[in-house]
């Protein structure tokens, strides 16, 4: 952008509060200013040139019309609390961090599986989306020899392509679309009454992608008279004043914090800065890191299975409890739920540990490997 009159040493920038690592790499570009994501205005933003926000934030015309800012960057994967076409319509720059935290999801969906007791090896995996989340772990799911079948009308060519029917009746269900509201493949309310017959006797739901992919009532009133299959909802209708009534039957419930891994926080906000440099055409200096040392590793016990050693490194029955005691208390749902994820703790990707494996088989160690865990 040849004409564009910002620089990057006098940029206003309004940011989400909850955007990790902000001062790491925007913090020599201008001032920055923090605000709560769901709650922000358009006053807030009446001299701003830049804002980044998370996926609470709804991003449009009420919120920007009137307003300087020339650059939105969400710093998540997903795009559908962005309206893109006003925003490009209006001149105004955008990108989000497509892949920022795949791996911390795709990791989220083994330490879930291993908290409800379940052994993933020599299961059917059924991929619903099969985007940057959806696509990796059929990519881990390829390396440790397990069989998937994988719906995603966008992408047809896909060899573990089979229908929606066919993917839900495997024996893992894995939910990673975006939400989809108009068009030729819609996704909101994919999962209805209906779609969830096909799902198997003894069989697992994991939805972790966006939570009006599946028809909430539509699940509550099937929990409510039979549980058929078991089901971990990371995602919800209605975030944050969640289904209290939901909540109760799902075997996991936890508070949108699939991707809340500190590297995809971080990787988020790195993408956001280098879209920021090409949009802007600021030719910013390449920052990286977060201030981590990512050279450290830190130890998990050995003597123990491979679902255990997952669940001392990121166990989600922490965050159902905590999701669970705040649906009891006196806490509104929807500032609880927000509070969980605002003060949710460092939790590192398989990746920053290693474990010493030694009384492993070599099937478990390879899994392992594959996993993320380093093994000694």
Known sequence: MTDNVLSGADLKIVADEN???LEHYFGDLGTLVRYPGRTLTQEQLADADILLVRSVTRVNQSLLEGTPVRFVGSC???TDHLDIDWLER????????????????????????AGLGMDWRGR??????????GGLLQKRLHSLDETCAVYDPW???????????????????????????GGQYPSLHMIGEEQLTHIRDGAVLISAGRGAVVDNRALLQLLQKERRFRTVLDVWENEPGIDKELLKLVDL?????????????LAGTRMIREALSSALDLALPVVDGGGRDESAKQQVGSGVTPAELLLQMYDPRNDDSRLRAVAEGTEPMAKAFDRLRREY???LEFSHYSASAHHFSEYDKGQLSVLGLSCN
């Open 19 to 21: 955007i990790p690592a």
């Open 253 to 265: 419930g936890t508070p949108h914090i699939a991707g809340y891994s500190l590297d995809g926080k």
């Open 90 to 113: 209006n001149g105004i720059y955008w990108s989000a961090a497509p892949g920022c935290n795949a791996n911390s999801v795709v990791e989220y969906v083994f330490c879930a599986l």
């Open 345 to 347: 703790p460092e939790r």
């Open 124 to 133: 059917s995996f059924g991929i619903v989306g099969c985007g940057n989340v």
């Open 155 to 181: 992408l047809p060519d896909n060899p573990d392509s089979g229908s929606l029917e066919q993917v839900l009746s495997q024996d893992i269900v894995c939910l990673h679309a975006p939400l989809v509201k």
């Open 76 to 78: 998540t994967i997903g």
